[in-house]
């Protein structure tokens, strides 16, 4: 019987900025389909994680693999499989709504009626017309949300998901990037609580090392004071 | 290509609602040869004086849509978009080329008519062909050239200053070869019909070295 390949494979990873390190042997193996929480303080790496992933960051040592392919240098063929939803929501301001997934359906070659549909799913049609500028920050973030999942990538890279979004509106996400999505997950959250109940594996960062790798159920208490300490 | 077009796309939708980029070029030339006609005390120029006039003008008003050409891409996140997409990267320098050539069109359907009625001597009728061809030239070395000084600049803090700095000096060769192109077509008697093959030549063979160039180049700038 041959093992699936994990979606995910990171060996001794790590990504400099200067002098600094943002990330340093960070390992982690994510099986298709599972979730992997990143926790850590605000500058523990966890963007810089995700950006790799996304490539749009080259790591500097260490292996990152994407669905068995090796990162930066087979970026290409991993590109249309995944989804990134960023702090910044990639979506030109002057541009209205439907324009925006437009354009992301056409660099994507996804038909309109696949606009349509991530619109409504968020129940953003009837705004659709408008220019992002007007919009309020959570409404931004479903389209954010109809941006990232347009092209129904297998890999989601969800950078404080839910954010500037209020409870009903991130029950409409929720079948686009929660666990029903179907997708293997990575997503980072300053709620650990929140992030620990949708995760099937945890990856903990303290200055850019890898803290705590493991299921859920491991990570108590105890280990969420030290790693915010 | 087809990326490029969709790219073009955007950023001519992106102009046309805010209107940020080409007025502000227009509206630089026309103050410049107002400046040129009071500062020089001549109410018409002619030949080679008017030629550096007019391609001076044209390139600093060039350097104000070069500067803004990534602006939107770096500030609201366009280069992460397009970098997560499965295309190919080099469709984003022909489509800012592009664009970048269609705002200078743009500028100069407006400019060189001003500058025929606020400083040019003869009349600008018989030299326009010509000119056409020769501004077409340019413009497509300005494009080029300013595109790539652009997706340098955008990822430096000083990109204001980094624009032009390095910009300019590597227009100069254009610069030289279009006024030299446009002079003749200038002169108040004994106007040749057509701008002169030499400098033409240098003008294309100008645009075709920094267009293989930056095609060589850009996907690194990309790269963050």
């Known amino acids: 019987m041959v093992d699936e390949p994990p979606a ?22 994510v099986p298709a389909g599972a979730t992997l929480a990143v926790l850590g303080r605000n500058g523990a790496g966890k963007s810089t994680l995700l950006r790799i992933l996304a490539t749009l ?8 693999l994407v669905f068995g392919e090796a990162l930066p240098r087979r970026g290409f063929a991993v590109r249309g499989r995944l989804g990134l939803l960023a702090h910044e929501p990639l979506l030109y301001r002057e541009l209205t709504g439907r324009e925006n997934l437009e354009y992301h359906a ?23 017309e408008e220019p992002i500028r007007l919009l309020s920050r959570g409404m931004v973030q479903r389209l954010a949300v109809c941006r990232a999942v347009l092209h129904d990538p297998q890999l ?10 209020d409870p009903a509106a991130s029950g409409l996400v929720e079948p686009l990037i929660g666990r029903q999505s179907g997708c ?13 109940a949708e995760a099937d594996l945890v990856l903990a960062l303290r200055d850019g090392r890898a803290a705590f790798v493991g299921p859920p159920a491991e990570i108590d208490q105890a280990k969420l004071d030290a790693l915010y300490a | 290509m087809r990326t490029a077009l969709i790219l073009l796309r955007k950023d001519l939708r992106l102009e046309l609602r805010t209107l940020e980029t080409v007025p502000a070029m227009i509206l630089f030339a ?25 391609t001076a003008t ?22 992460d978009a397009f970098l997560l997409a499965p295309v190919d990267r080099s469709s984003m320098l022909v489509a800012k080329a592009a664009a970048l050539f269609v705002f200078l069109a743009a500028l100069e359907v407006i400019a060189v008519p001003a500058f025929g009625l606020l400083l040019l001597g003869p009349s600008l009728g018989p030299a326009l062909p010509g000119l056409i061809l020769v501004l077409a ?6 494009a080029v050239i300013g595109t790539l000084v652009s997706g340098i600049a955008v990822q430096t803090r000083a990109r204001d200053l980094i624009g032009p700095v390095i910009g300019l000096p590597l227009l100069i060769p254009a610069l030289i070869a279009t006024a030299r192109a446009a002079g003749p077509l200038l002169r108040s008697v004994h106007a040749p019909a057509a701008p002169p093959g030499k400098w033409l030549a240098i003008l294309a063979l100008y645009d075709l070295v920094f267009a293989l160039l930056a095609y060589a180049v850009f996907d690194f700038l990309l790269e963050e």
């Open chain 2, 30 to 54: 026309l103050v410049t040869f107002v400046i040129f006609h009071f500062g020089l005390n001549r109410s018409t120029i002619d030949g080679q004086l008017a030629a550096g006039v007019l």
């Open chain 1, 8 to 29: 995910i494979e990171l060996r001794g990873l790590a990504r400099y900025f200067g002098e600094r390190a943002a990330l340093r042997g960070v390992s982690v193996r």
């Open chain 2, 58 to 79: 044209l390139l600093f008003a060039a350097m104000l849509g070069i500067n803004r050409l990534f602006v939107a891409e770096r500030e609201q996140g366009g280069f």
């Open chain 1, 57 to 64: 960051l080259r790591p500097h040592d260490g292996e990152a």
């Open chain 1, 106 to 128: 056409r660099l994507h070659r996804v038909g309109p009626a696949r606009v349509q549909q991530v619109l409504e799913a968020v129940e953003m049609e009837r705004r659709a």
């Open chain 1, 184 to 196: 293997t997950r990575v997503l980072t959250s300053h709620d650990p609580r929140a992030a620990l």
């Open chain 1, 156 to 165: 989601l890279l969800l950078d404080e998901p839910r954010a500037n979004l």
């Open chain 2, 137 to 142: 030239l340019a413009d497509l070395g300005l």
